[in-house]
């Protein structure tokens, strides 16, 4: 009788390759579609034409350009106003502390911020300033001089205080980014800071108070709670959050998340920064994966000379 093992083989190779590709690249590819990256270069929005000059774009950041009057900017001694609490009643958001928006965003979308927010973020379906629905950041419209030069002063300015980007941690990145209006539940980040470890119940009830007021500002302004992004690493995958921070009205058509303005870089650590949120055992796991292949090698290998061994007799 002829040997049908090959035949046997290769039917179970194929049903085998079949469910996999139902199951795993064509579900995937039904129910997310694929958005390519655009290496977040920001080719929608204009190309920057000035070079700016720090000094004097100190001088707009704290006066004319009105950045102060909401941001504060540690790096240059200036606290902010109020608590995070307070500022979300305000605004919807707490608005950033700007210490090192130059090295967390991109040159081009502060460019375009600047002067128009709801434009560069992505949100003008939300704010419509016919309709009278103002974005809570006001534009600038200029300190009198030419108003593109003016913008590109301060971005030199912002871009001159920032930490250099070789010192911006993953933590860093994520909490200037997403921070504001995403929890972290499994690093104790809450969208009003890092939840300190209190000695008296009484305190940490007062913290977890102003954690409820601040969500219910952003509730009202977003529409919904945005999620806590422990686990999001884990259920959806790298691609997808990236390319959803790139351009969120890609994956969410509508959807009131903000465009961030990121650099590729800072995506970079946000991503690790999720990742070591929510995939903690990932080092380990792949050590792990190396050792167990080496395993099944040497495994394979004794086995093929123990059913040689077995079967050399009965030939
Ligand atoms: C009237 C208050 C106000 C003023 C003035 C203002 N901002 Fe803002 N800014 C906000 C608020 C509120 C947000 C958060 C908006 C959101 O998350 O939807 C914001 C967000 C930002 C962000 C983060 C954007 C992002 O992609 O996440 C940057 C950077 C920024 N502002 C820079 C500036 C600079 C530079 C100036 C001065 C030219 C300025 N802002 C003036 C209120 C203000
Ligand atoms: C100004 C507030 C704001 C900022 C800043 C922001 N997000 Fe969001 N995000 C939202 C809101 C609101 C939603 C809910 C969107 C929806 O369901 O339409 C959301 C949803 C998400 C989701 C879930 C999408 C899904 O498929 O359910 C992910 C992942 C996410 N954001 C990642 C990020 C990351 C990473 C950053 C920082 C780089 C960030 N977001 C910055 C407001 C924000």
Known sequence: MKNKEPIILAVVVFFTLVTYYLVEPYAHHVMHKHVESESFAYADLPAITKTGDAARGQDLVMGAGACVGCH????????????PQMAAASYGVNPPDLSNAGVIYDARFLTDLI???AHALKVEHKFDADKGQMHPMVGFYG????IDQEVADMVAYLQSIAVKPEAVTPA???ENACGRCHAMSYENWTQIGTKPKFKHEKDS???DIKVLEYQDSIKTYMGKLPPDLSMYIRSRNEQFISTLVENPQNHLAGTAMPRTGVTADTMDKVIE???DAGDTKRHKREEVGKTVMIFIVIFALF??????QVWRDLH
Not at 75 to 80: E, K, R, T, Y
């Open 115 to 117: 002067k128009n927010p």
């Open 205 to 207: 009830l007062a913290f």
């Open 143 to 146: 300190a009198g001089g030419d």
């Open 273 to 275: 920064h999720m990742k």
């Open 72 to 83: 504060a900017i540690e790096a240059a001694g200036m606290p902010a106003a109020m608590e």
């Open 172 to 174: 860093l990145a994520y």
């Open 303 to 308: 086995a093929l000379l123990w059913k040689k």
